[in-house]
């Protein structure tokens, strides 16, 4: 659905030329909710642009829904940004119309006549449920609310895509939530392909099918959420992991003297991740009794990524040397992420 | 007061309502689209262009730094061209044009400028064009914003008509030089004074109710 070959954007100022984007290629396909995670000045703001042309790539080619938008016109480009809708961070509407004007507002610059703008409009505000705001105007709504008038107003002229920039950094958790909430409906409802960029894991964690971590004007690290949550191969990847995977460890054991090695009569401590199915597993009741081990759990916690379970588990495992090494090896074999995070005594 | 003292404000009364509101109209067709072109090629906005925010910048400016009184003796022949005659009240009105355009264009220009450059760039996300920009949305949204900045400029032309006087123009201003001043007739000067003011308070207070109405940003 969207295709960016070799793009590349460079900004030219007095001070010198900053590559905001370095020969980027990505392919994202029908129906998919796409992120793209990164600090600010990574680059992910102009990667955005690029897929609608509001940035102008400085190279390559930006391909969406087999159209070349690089080698368009500028009036051709403007009938094609009908197909993509966007959202913005803070929202960008229009203060002087009303909720509904807002979201006729793009079928209006279609030229499209009264009657058939209100066919189109009045079943945009009862799927973002503002049937009873729409005569408000914006300064007159929470942000939730003026952002589901914005994604009202992208979706009016049924686009393909839509693109979400930062669309939640101005919200709150809960509205936060929301948003995703009716992001990932219309996905499926509308079948709808949706790029996003945020700095939030959160965000990402909750809605996304694949993600591309971006650093520098580069894309890092790219795959499915799952794999990117489970197994992270860069340092900013994982940093961006630790921001929602509790990691940190609890005020004792982080006092508590640890050795990296182990020592006679210390005991191991481990972090056990389970996903998907394993989370099911009785686990813990099987090591104790095949390898004759006392567990202590310390920190447990469950999780979801787009919908499958994800756990992580902080154990202590007591015993003879012998049969904490066995048991730590039945561990790895079942295919667990496990880490030994160190030996206390 | 005697009744033709009376009939005498009278019509400078609308001799002055006649020479600012005419002026204050063609002022704003004149600086409405330079306000908009300046706003639209400057850096970084929709049609960038930076020759022609260059040339139409210095001529607002040279216009804005001539003193009116200065401006309006310069033009005389471009007023005889346009209007027959440069006495009177009607002859006023291009000199006072001239002045008030450029200055309703910077009005404008800054007005527009203060749009959020994110209302612009969403537009442009759904395919709207410059002119359909300008028209629907830069305009729009800094309406309440224009209206204070041209009620500005109505109160400033009517302080410039006083000055008309000189060319013959006629108005308050003039007869309150004439009578009040040169003649020593504190009454007509005091009558005169109260009615200016009485003018600008009214405009000013229209200005602030219509930009008010139009102004959707409060709750």
Request: a positive charge.
């Amino acid at each position: 659905m969207i295709e960016l070959q070799n793009v590349e954007k460079t900004y030219h100022s007095k001070h010198g030329n900053v590559q905001a984007l370095k020969k980027t290629n990505l392919k994202i396909s029908a129906g998919e909710i796409f992120g793209v995670i990164g600090l600010s000045g990574a680059g992910k703001s102009t990667l955005i642009r690029c897929i609608n042309m509001l940035e102008l790539p400085t190279g390559g080619k930006v391909i969406v829904d087999g159209k070349e938008l690089t080698a368009m016109k500028n009036s051709q480009l403007r009938k094609a940004r009908q197909n993509i809708g966007m959202i913005f961070q803070h929202f960008n509407l229009l203060a002087c119309r009303t909720v509904y004007d807002n979201i006729a507002f793009p079928l209006e610059i279609q030229g499209m006549d009264k009657n058939m703008i209100k066919q189109r409009v009045e079943p945009l505000l009862d799927l973002v449920g503002l049937k009873d705001r729409k005569n408000h105007y914006p300064a007159q709504l929470s942000g939730g609310q003026k952002q589901r008038v914005g994604i009202a107003r992208a979706l009016a002229s049924n686009p393909k895509i839509l693109l979400c920039d930062e669309a939640t950094s101005a919200l709150d958790p809960q509205t936060t939530k929301s948003i995703l909430e009716l992001l990932k409906d219309i996905n499926k409802r509308l079948n709808l392909t949706i790029v996003l960029i945020t700095h939030q894991m959160q965000v990402v964690k909750e809605i996304c099918d694949r993600v591309a971590v971006i650093e520098d004007g580069v894309i890092i690290e790219e795959g499915t959420m799952f794999d990117l949550f489970t197994n992270p191969q860069t340092p900013t990847t994982k940093e961006f992991i630790s921001s929602i995977n509790n990691v940190e460890l609890p005020e004792i054991i982080k006092n508590a003297p640890m050795s990296k090695e182990y020592l006679e009569g210390s005991r191991p401590l481990v972090r056990l991740s389970f996903i998907g199915d394993s989370a099911g597993a009785p686990l813990i009741s099987t090591l104790i009794k095949k390898y004759d081990v006392d567990v202590n759990i310390i920190y447990g916690n469950i999780d979801s990524i787009k919908e499958i379970p994800y756990g992580t588990l902080l154990i202590e495992i007591n015993g003879d040397r012998e049969h904490i090494k066995t048991a730590i090896n039945y561990l790895h074999e079942r295919k667990l992420k496990i880490e030994v995070i160190g030996y206390v005594s | 007061m005697s009744p033709e003292i009376l009939n005498l404000l009278l019509k400078s009364f609308w001799e002055t309502c006649y020479m600012v509101a005419a002026s204050a109209i063609l002022a704003t067709l004149v600086g409405m689209p330079l306000g908009i072109i300046l706003t639209v090629t400057s850096k970084g906005h929709i049609w960038e262009n930076k020759s022609i925010n260059a040339i139409l910048g210095a001529i607002v400016n040279a216009t804005r730094s001539t003193p009116f009184i200065i401006l309006m003796v310069a033009i005389i022949p471009l007023t005889r061209i346009i209007v027959g005659s440069s006495i009177g009240t009607t002859a006023a009105i291009v000199p006072l044009t001239i002045s008030a355009a450029p200055f309703i264009a910077r009005i404008i220009e800054s007005s527009l400028l203060e749009i959020d450059p994110g209302v612009i760039e969403a537009s442009q996300s759904m395919g709207a064009s410059p002119m359909q920009i300008i028209l629907k949305v830069l305009l729009p949204e800094a309406m309440h914003s224009i209206v204070l900045g041209v009620t500005l400029a109505i109160i400033s032309l009517i302080g410039y008509s006083a000055m008309a006087g000189a060319l013959g123009g006629g108005g308050l201003g003039d007869l309150a030089i004439r009578y009040g001043y040169q003649r020593f007739r504190m009454d007509i000067m005091i009558a005169t004074v109260v009615i200016l003011i009485a003018q600008v308070q009214i405009v000013q207070s229209l200005g602030n109710y219509i930009s008010s109405k139009l102004n959707k940003n409060k709750m």
